[in-house]
């Protein structure tokens, strides 16, 4: 592990200056001389790895901000402070009641230990576990652009199936990002040109040429928030995740599910899917299926047949077209009969 | 009573805590890491991203402009130490420092030396090598593979066992099945990183490190460090998982113990656990052909088991399950063949249960297949198929009490409510199977030493060359020392762990508490005998008292009539303060240099197939409950029921502990455990706790073990059988059989998977 610098800003102002003095405009944050570091618990990972190389880290953990760190639910939504923990949201009464997908994606996610240090910033902007990226003697171009990808031949059973290009086919491995681009959210950020508001569908960026580039944030941006706005009949909502073993896995497949029923009959689909994609991935061509439809076990199938109907195997993870379906019929059914 | 300490039934022992539990729980064990040690410097490994081929050119510059570095060591510092000798004590004959040959992905090619920790990391991170890259061989199947026959190769392995003619009986067979099985490539990955400490004193050298055989590593480290091996000491004396990983010493400690004596201070290496995968032993993947046929009684009448093992090139790593399989039922006939299967890899090694994992897995498997197909209940097709006499050599078996098991563990489990019909049973959106499987380890027994000493003030201490891998045999070893001596269990200390003491044989193959409590109780009858000759000696407080049954209860020799004497004053009117035996144990028909071969850390073993009156092995039974998701075909396992029969139970609690381990982590090689090598380059790709899965708290639900009563005096003079590997032998073969009684898919290849449900 490289020695690197290490300071604590004490608010937002301070940090972004910080970032701003070290970082060029141009720089990518992940690949940045000065990084941001809340809970640490991927980018310690990381840097212990040599995969991250920073060499100054800015900790968050001190900015004296208390929004930074509020769940704040009113009428227009539910606002996340950017260092509020994952366990916290997870056990958070309002969250459980209004967004089960959100206290469930959460649940689901890591152990207890990571739960309680991860911040859901940090937990949006966790990188991939991709094993050819996570160990430095094999080629990847996210982590060294240019220099081939390992996967794409190799053993790729983890790999993505939807968003991949033939840079890089690394899956997006959170869950609450699911839950989050199913709902609609928003990213508030703050850098040295101001604050801004990103959807959160556009926060993440898909390998293409570039897989090194990963998000739309500037290197000195700090993300403050992020903001679920009111959706009533979330409260009809889960997230199923299929893994290996029962916790502490990544998905091989996952699905953030909201309906609006009436009746038997969908009003309007909220469908994100999980394991199977290198960003968070939105099915909006599911949710468009099933619009105005009976919502059966047809129907269902019908829509996550169109979901994945892009979906590009690789040598291993073919299983995770067929899994990624059922996964999405299943979570669509749950929901349906869940008595809200 | 509760869970984790049965009531002790028949031949079995109370259920003591553990002696070291305490100082397990609250951090004050010392683990071979934590010993402490003043002055110290770290070392790092660097290691080849190749696996095969020649290192050209080490580049070093920027590895040794990294402040706080030390020293590197590398090729040339080597050479004047030998190179690592293939065997018990070591796991490869690759000395990686000696030549600039690549082997296998992940050998060590340069040790880097410095201050801190921290240092030395990122000086090992930028040691680079420049190679002369050759195409490597991954596996089976790729090119370039070497296939040898097995037997001979290896002392563990002599034969191809066989009996009757296979050929005729599976032509006349009524019914028959012919299947492949697999099992993949599986890492060690104990809690307790692999790690190595040395200093010198002069010219004696100290070695800490987590070893399961102190006496085989200190003249295996001795001859390659070309000394004498009374100045070289190893200490360990506690192990944080072992399983086999810690068994035989890999190239890293000499290379330590190298840079300990050119910097003059010690050096610590804790290998990473990435580098583990590459620098430690692992079991590696098997296949196998299993052919069985039957008579429509299910009577079975040809055998054949076919096995194939992927081994390193310099090195004939061997397991052989054949014996146990070969062994296992009445068949009429048995035919078995083993072959090694050569690759670009590190040497493999011991993992729980060697041979019988993968072996036993294959034909439980297959058993259960046979039983479908016969269409017969598969408790009532072992049950048809129990022998009088072991097939191969037609001798008894010295205790064996497997149908005792079966009946235990399905009453225990409901098995009688089982819907034979597959896929018959569901709970809403979830399937439910049902399956079972046969447990088999053999018994063996080795040579071992120990000192025990009883003082006039009621002390007892205890001390033996053994192993503390976790299984708790330092809590046996001083049960049977307080039963032998009548001394409470806290009044006896046990040293265990260092090569200066009496030695003990490898803690391998299911051995350590026969072979130990054998030696303790030898020790402890001499210090009987001294004690009772000396209570009845003329002026003795028990004169005059011959012919008597004596025993030693509360610090008291009690004799039958009810007289008795205190320790103490028997110890007084000796004019001694203590009384100390050294006792050195030989098994039954232990050869006149199995002694010798004790103390050169060679020890051999008896029992299992070795004996001439009879083959000696411990059996057991697990049921094991599956739901498989209807729609996304995940697999849950709710229940698993083991019952088990292992002679004299030590201790109830640690037994129990012991199988209960076992199971779960049968469970895990059932759906969880794979490493995954990246066929292209032979190298492993999943090497850490993220993507090498073993099963967590949520996995393991409902786990019940039962201990059927069993009495074996043959086996050893403690009547014990091991059971330290028995647990987890079967359990992947009974979820397989759960899993198609719940969905009629018979998956062969392990670990079962979701994709091979989804299709």
């Known amino acids: 592990m490289r020695p690197f610098i290490y300071e604590q800003p004490t608010d937002i102002s301070a940090a972004v200056a910080l970032a701003s003095n070290f970082t060029t405009r141009d720089d990518q944050p992940t690949r940045a001389n000065a990084q941001f570091i809340a809970g640490g618990t991927n980018l310690a990972d990381y840097m212990k790895l040599g995969v991250a190389e920073p060499n100054r880290l800015l900790d968050l953990n001190r900015l004296e901000e208390q929004k930074l760190r509020q769940i704040r639910v009113t009428e227009d939504g539910i606002r996340f402070g950017a260092l509020v923990r994952m366990g916290e949201a997870a056990d958070h009464r309002e969250v459980k009641a209004r967004y089960p997908v959100i206290a469930d994606s959460l649940r689901l996610a890591a152990s207890g230990q990571i739960r309680n240090m991860a911040s859901l910033a940090g937990n949006v902007l966790q990188r991939t576990r991709c094993e050819y990226f996570r160990e430095t003697s094999w080629a990847c171009n996210k982590r060294v652009p240019g220099s081939g990808c390992a996967a794409m031949d190799g053993f790729n059973r983890q790999h993505a199936v939807l968003g991949g290009s033939d840079a890089c086919i690394a899956t997006y491995h959170g869950d609450f990002a699911q839950a989050l681009i199913a709902l609609d959210a928003v990213v508030h950020a703050e850098g040295s040109r101001g604050a801004r508001k990103i959807p959160f569908a556009k926060l993440h960026r898909q390998p293409g040429d570039t897989p090194h580039i990963e998000t739309d944030l500037a290197a000195d941006e700090i993300v403050t928030a992020i903001e679920v706005p009111a959706l009533p009949w979330a409260r009809r909502s889960l997230y199923l995740k299929i893994r290996d073993r029962e916790s502490y896995a990544f998905a091989l497949a996952s699905a953030a599910v909201a309906l609006d029923l009436d009746g038997e009959t969908v009003r309007e689909a909220r469908i994100a899917l999980g394991g199977v994609a290198t960003v968070p991935w939105r099915a909006s061509v599911a949710e468009d299926a099933l619009q105005g439809k009976k919502l059966d076990e047809a129907s269902a199938g019908a829509a996550a047949d169109a979901a994945f109907a892009e979906a590009q195997p690789h040598q291993h993870n073919a299983f995770k077209i067929e899994l990624g379906k059922r996964t999405l019929v299943r979570a669509l059914l749950e929901t349906r009969d869940m008595k809200v | ?759």
């Not at chain 2, 022992?13 to 110290?40: C, F």
């Not at chain 2, 010198?200 to 800490?208: A, E, K």
């Not at chain 2, 590593?217 to 390659?224: F, H, S």
């Not at chain 2, 899965?693 to 074996?712: F, G, R």
């Open chain 2, 1 to 759: 009573m509760d869970a984790a300490a049965p009531k002790p039934k028949e031949n079995q022992g109370e259920p003591l805590p553990r002696v070291d539990a305490r100082l397990k729980v609250t951090g004050q064990a010392h683990y071979p890491a934590d010993l402490p040690t003043a002055n110290i410097a770290y070392g790092a490994l660097a290691t080849s991203s190749i696996a095969r081929g020649k290192v050209t050119k080490l580049r070093l510059d920027d590895a040794r402009a990294v402040p706080g570095l030390l020293d590197i060591v590398t090729y040339g510092d080597m050479d004047k130490v030998d190179k690592p000798k293939f065997g018990n004590s070591s796991a490869t004959s690759v000395g990686p420092l000696h030549d600039r040959t690549i082997f296998h992905d992940g050998q060590i090619i340069a040790l880097a030396v410095a201050e801190t920790f921290e240092a030395a990391e990122e000086a090992a991170q930028l040691i680079r090598a420049e190679y002369d890259e050759e195409k490597p061989t991954a596996s089976f199947d790729s090119p370039g593979t070497k296939t040898v026959a097995a037997a001979g190769k290896s002392p563990m392995f002599k034969e191809d066992v066989k009996a009757g003619d296979f050929d005729a009986a599976f032509a006349a067979a009524a019914v028959k099945i012919d299947q492949r099985y697999s099992t993949p490539t599986q890492h060690h990955n104990p809690i307790e990183l692999f790690s190595t400490t040395a200093y010198w004193q002069g010219d004696q050298l100290v070695v800490h490190e987590p070893s399961q055989n102190v006496t085989g590593w200190k003249v295996e480290l001795a001859r390659q460090l070309k000394m004498d091996p009374a100045k070289v000491r190893i200490v360990s004396p506690f192990i944080g998982g072992a399983f086999g990983s810690k068994g035989p010493m890999t190239p890293r400690t000499a290379i330590v113990a190298v840079a300990a004596k050119r910097l003059g201070r010690p050096v610590r290496c804790v290998t990473s656990r990435m580098q583990a995968f590459g620098t430690q032993t692992y079991r590696a993947e098997t296949r196998h052909r299993i052919r069985i046929g039957a008579g429509k009684d299910g009577r079975i009448t040809a055998f054949a088991h076919e096995g194939w093992e992927v081994t390193s090139r310099p090195d004939l790593y061997v397991v052989g399950g054949t014996s146990a399989t070969g062994r296992m039922y009445g068949y009429g006939s048995v035919l078995t063949h083993v072959s090694l299967v050569q690759a670009d890899r590190n040497t493999p090694g011991y993992m729980r249960s060697p041979p019988e994992t993968p072996y036993v897995y294959a034909l439980e498997n297959a058993m259960d297949e046979m039983a479908a197909t016969l269409g017969m209940d598969p408790v009532e097709f072992r049950r048809i198929n129990e022998p009088k006499t072991e097939p191969i050599g037609k001798k008894p078996f010295s205790s064996r009490s497997l149908i005792q098991c079966y009946d235990q563990a399905a009453e225990a489990f409901g098995w009688a409510k089982r819907d034979p019909k597959v896929g018959a049973m569901r709970d809403g959106d979830w399937l439910v199977g049902m399956g079972c499987a046969t447990a088999i380890y053999p018994t063996a027994v080795a040579p071992c030493a120990a000192r025990v000493r009883l003082t006039i003030d009621g002390d007892v201490r205890l001390q033996c060359g053994s192993h503390e891998i976790g299984t708790g045999v330092r809590t046996v070893a001083g049960q049977m020392a307080s039963e032998r001596l009548g001394v409470a269990i806290d009044r006896i200390s046990v040293e265990m762990g260092d090569s200066s003491l009496p030695p003990a044989p490898v803690s391998g193959g299911s051995i350590s508490t026969a072979s130990v409590c054998s030696a303790v109780l030898k020790a402890c009858d001499a210090i009987r005998t001294k004690l009772y000759a000396a209570a009845t000696a003329e002026g003795g407080p028990l004169a005059g008292s011959h012919n008597e049954d004596f025993d030693l209860a509360d610090g008291k020799i009690v004799a039958k009539s009810g007289a008795s004497a205190k320790v103490e004053d028997v110890l007084k009117t000796m004019q001694v303060g203590a009384i100390e035996e050294y006792a050195e144990f030989a098994p039954k028909g232990a050869t006149p240099e199995a002694l010798k071969k004790l103390y050169a850390g060679t020890p051999e073993f008896h029992g299992g197939d070795q004996d001439e009156d009879s083959v000696k092995y411990a059996f057991g039974a697990e049921f094991v409950e599956v739901r498989v998701n209807r729609y996304t075909r995940e697999i849950r396992v709710p229940r698993i029921v083991g019952a088990f029969a292992a002679g004299r139970i030590m201790n109830t609690r640690t037994a129990r502990s012991q199988l209960m381990g076992g199971m779960i982590w049968g469970i895990g090689q059932a759906l969880h455990e794979a490493t995954e090598v990246d066929r292209r380059y032979a190298r492993y790709v999943n090497r850490d706790l993220q993507d090498y899965l073993v099963p967590v708290n949520a996995d393991i639900k409902d786990l019940q073990v039962i201990l059927v009563p069993e009495v074996d005096h043959a086996v050893n003079p403690a009547g014990v059988k091991g059971l330290g590997e028995l647990g987890n032998v079967g359990t992947a073969a009974a979820v397989a059989s759960a899993v198609y009684h719940a969905t009629g898919k018979r998956i062969r290849d392990l670990p079962i998977r979701i994709e091979q449900l989804l299709v």
